[in-house]
């Protein structure tokens, strides 16, 4: 997962698989939000989704920054 990239009062979630080294996006959400940390509850969704649509694969993998270091995300 990448961090949140910020576009003056917007930011951009977006959930990336690898595919022979390449980082490809997957899902992608665009917040009107003042601020690059995020609430759990906003990007959420976006793991529900992801996890539905890589049901299939057994080796999936969560990788995230240290600006994901949230209870809730480890817990989930």
């Known amino acids: ?3 949140v ?6 930011c951009m979630i977006h959930l990336s698989v690898v595919c022979c ?5 997957l899902l992608w959400r665009v917040l009107e939000h003042g601020s690059a940390t995020v609430a759990f509850e906003q990007y959420q969704p976006l793991l529900r989704k992801a996890r539905w649509w890589l049901r299939q694969h057994q080796d999936v993998m969560l990788l995230a920054d240290r600006g994901f270091a949230n209870h809730q995300l480890m817990a989930w």
Do not use: E, Q, S
């Open 5 to 10: 990239a910020r576009l003056k009062r917007y």
């Open 1 to 3: 997962m990448c961090r």
């Open 21 to 25: 080294g390449r980082a490809v996006p």
